[in-house]
């Protein structure tokens, strides 16, 4: 038997034993009673049962201890009410709209086996679910394009170090140095941001808080030391000021600037970037880092954004204008030949996804075998309902079922015993209390992959379920403190209400009145619209329509929608219409120079060339956007073909510096 298994054992049965006794005991009791601890030395005991009590702690299992006031010796004892959830009584509705948000995640979200490990403790007892739980599930879509086996893995590790408070090592690139280094960083926390993971903690050679991008991480994660635990989170630190930040906020803040913004564009402003600045009188101010990244923003908002100060921030803007007119205009240069894929470009191995903790499976198992036998002393299940209830490989579930019998046994507090037999499990169970008929308390991992899952779509499976997870929310925050679902919940209750409204007309088929500003306007225009489907392309959420107003296929984005309300008038659904976002799109080729094609290659939809630059082909819906994409590189980006293309933006860019004041304006210096 391997080391983990022993663990796993002593651990449970340590658990089974404190909640069957009911009351404090002491080391030599839990040594004397404990399967694994009762061969062991004095010395051995002692180091074990520490390390193991700690880990448990760790998965959010309450062992407390105390000391005796007459014999002054440690007593040791798990609270039972403590161990198992409060009186959560999600309705089926709730419960659903949890399905529903596992659904959508299956196979793209890399906390989704916690995610249903939790999911099937909350659902002991109830019948199940079809797949896909509702119509509606259909109609919401989350595409994340880092998500990969690998990037899973890797915050699996995260996870375990964060929670148990262990140094890690790894390599990591630097995109913007393009070198990779060693870093040793004892990890704070993780989060998500615009549709990439990062975390956050002390870098132990610089002596800073520091950020890391997870899907730059080169290599292994490794611990760095044998210890239990290396370091502490500091009681002031605050994982919101990392989140959600603009991109001219990352890094250290170095001035202030003021952007004048007119029209409906201030509101945009507003709601988008209010908590990183202030609009005063149509002037948006807001601190930065970068007057770069600044600029980059203040060009992509296509002349509704006007820099007033710093002069560098105005000089910098001007420069870009220039540089993108210039690229634009003339003879376009020979390209680059292809560059071969060398060694650091080939796949490294790819780690295996986010696992639920092995004990929290068996505890899972457990309570669902108990679930099953209900007030008889026998069940007969089918093999394969487990191995696909709880993820378990076919020739790994009999392992499973040997763990817990020994478990049992050992515990003292009851008895399961478990045997597989030609695709059948059956089940003889002999319980000596009611302390294991109650779901198992979820562990920390399981109720952070619920939060995140409501973070991820939470707002958009409103779809079908907007009043079920407000409920679930609150019970939630009920048991495990208050929490933020989603970044747009940040800036107000109007986005709610927003997608409460769009989630009534797809669900009721009625017509919904959009007050929209599109990209490039100044104001906002009316569209009346018949709303089919959600989808989160990320960063941001759309909404796919049949747009009456234009009489066209149109998705608008639901961070520039001013305002909607539900109509009176219902439509029918149009025959063959499936609403796509791109339908009419066509192909345009950008090139990328060295300065910023790393970015583009880390998004794995350009090809590298031996200069350093990058190319690649999109498929383009609206020639709108792609301007004030191109803009918002700055001069860094430049679009080949097709050559009616090119002359517009080369004509944008010269109308932008006569627009902005920028015409007179000394560009800085170029990099």
Known sequence: MSHDTDKLIRQLSLVAFLMAERRPVTARDIKGNVEGYQEMSDEAFARRFYSDRAELIALGVPLHSERDEYTGEELYNMRTEAYFLPQLDLKDDELAALQTALYLLEGKFAYAEPLRLALQNLALGRPGFAEPPTETALRVEVLDPEYSAELAGRLGKLEGAISKQRTVKFSYWSISRDDVEERT???????????????????????????????????????????????????????????????????DLIGEARIEVAGDTAWWVERTYGEHGRVEDGVFVTDYSSPGQLASWIVRQDGRASPVSPPALRQEVARSLRLVRDRHEGVLPALAAEAKPGEDDQLERVAGPVAPERFAVLQALLAYLLDRCGENREAMIEASDLIERFHIPADELEEHLSLLNLVNFGGGCYAVYAELTDGKVRVDKELFGDTFRAPPRLTPLEARAIRLALEFVGPMIAADARTPLDRVRKKLEETFGEFVLDPMQSRGEDEEDLVATLSQGIRERHLVELDYLKE????????????????????????????????GERSFRLDRMRSARLLEDEFELRQGFEPRGLRDARAVQIWYSPEVARWRLERGTARSLEDGSALEEVAVGGEDWLIGEVLSFRGEAVVREPDELRARIAARARELQSELGLTRVRAASAR
């Open 185 to 251: 960083v004892n990890p704070y926390a993780l989060f998500q941001d615009n549709g990439a993971w990062y975390v956050v903690g002390q870098d132990l050679v610089r002596e800073d808080i520091r950020t890391f991008r997870v899907s730059r991480i080169r290599g292994d994660i490794r611990f760095a030391t044998r210890r239990e635990r290396d370091f502490r989170v500091p009681a002031e630190f605050e994982i919101e000021p990392f989140r959600d930040r603009p991109p001219w906020q990352i890094g």
């Open 520 to 551: 490039g306007e100044e104001k906002t225009s009316e569209h009346r619209v018949e709303p089919y489907s959600i989808e989160r392309r990320l960063p941001y959420w759309y909404v796919h329509t049949w747009d009456r107003t234009r009489e």
